[in-house]
């Protein structure tokens, strides 16, 4: 996944609320600040025995890795950008 500006991106394209990605249950996600504004991955929604996770501060060119061991949809947003950076899923199988 890429942050670039104020949207999270999948590798398809999909921007914000319609940025998905599918991943096996112990695989991680690595989020790249491609933009120059600081932004966070925290989220709002995980399955019932996962737990929550929130990246604190990613600067432009850094990066956030979250290993999801538990099956479910997980949703997150930027706490910076809450308007506009929201909704984004990860589906764990």
Same mark, same amino acid.
């Given at each position: 996944?890429?942050?670039?500006?104020?949207?999270?991106?999948?590798?398809?394209?999909?921007?914000?609320?319609?940025? /998905?990605?599918?991943? *096996?249950?112990?695989? &991680?996600?690595?989020?790249? !600040?491609? %933009? #120059?504004?600081?932004?966070?991955?925290?989220? /709002?929604?995980?399955? *019932?025995?996962?737990? &929550?996770?929130?990246?604190? !501060?990613? %600067? #432009?060119?850094?990066?956030?890795?979250?290993?999801?061991p538990v099956a479910g949809t997980y949703t997150y947003r930027?706490?910076?950008?809450?308007?506009e950076m929201l909704g984004a899923t990860v589906i764990v199988?």
């Amino acid at each position: 996944m890429t942050i670039n500006d104020n949207n999270f991106v999948d590798p398809n394209g999909g921007m914000n609320a319609n940025a /998905t990605v599918t991943i *096996a249950s112990g695989q &991680a996600v690595r989020w790249t !600040n491609n %933009g #120059a504004l600081v932004h966070t991955v925290t989220s /709002t929604s995980v399955p *019932a025995g996962a737990t &929550a996770f929130d990246s604190g !501060n990613i %600067g #432009a060119g850094a990066t956030f890795d979250q290993t999801f061991p538990v099956a479910g949809t997980y949703t997150y947003r930027c706490e910076l950008h809450p308007q506009e950076m929201l909704g984004a899923t990860v589906i764990v199988t």
